[in-house]
């Protein structure tokens, strides 16, 4: 009995049109993906300062208990302050003494759309992704920004706010 030689050379190719329509399905694909992936980063990044900002305000709090005053400024607590006081963008957090250094301070203290102070006792905040603020949270460079306002009964991105 002989055994046939079987013929492996006839193998099939892709053609140069299925390369092109495997690569713009991938395309399609990848700019599906990365502007969900950047909003994902995006959302986690802002609760990620949203707790870090509850935890700030804890250890300002304390503070308080403890002196009788608020601190002067954050370096005063450094210690105590998650990632040393400075946001997942990279940027410090920004505080102000409000209640204890008034009148002074409220000119430099945030304010709302309707120019008043946001808080009475200390203004606590990111400035956000692009790392740009303005006094008044609703202007356009101070959007992305995650505030502590009403004196903690908000805290959350000031175009929330």
């Known amino acids: 009995m002989r055994l046939k030689k079987l013929n492996i050379t006839s193998q099939k190719a892709m053609t140069l049109i299925e390369l092109m329509l495997v690569i713009a399905v991938l395309g399609v694909i990848v700019t599906i993906a990365i502007p969900s992936y950047q909003n994902y980063i995006d959302k986690t990044n802002n609760a990620l300062a949203v707790s870090q900002i509850v935890t700030i305000q804890s250890v300002i709090e304390r503070y308080y208990l403890q002196n009788q005053r608020y601190p002067d400024k954050l370096d005063d607590i450094a210690g105590s302050l998650p990632d040393n006081g400075v946001d997942p963008w ?42 740009q603020t303005k006094k008044q949270v609703s202007q356009k460079d101070s959007l992305d920004d995650v505030i502590l306002a009403r004196d903690g009964r908000f805290i959350g991105l000031a175009a929330d706010f």
């Open 90 to 131: 990279g940027n410090k957090y920004i505080y102000l003494n409000i209640a204890d250094d008034w009148p002074q301070s409220r000119g430099p203290s945030r304010k709302d759309r309707n120019i008043n102070p946001i808080n009475t006792q200390y203004d606590l905040y990111s400035v956000g992704k692009d790392g």
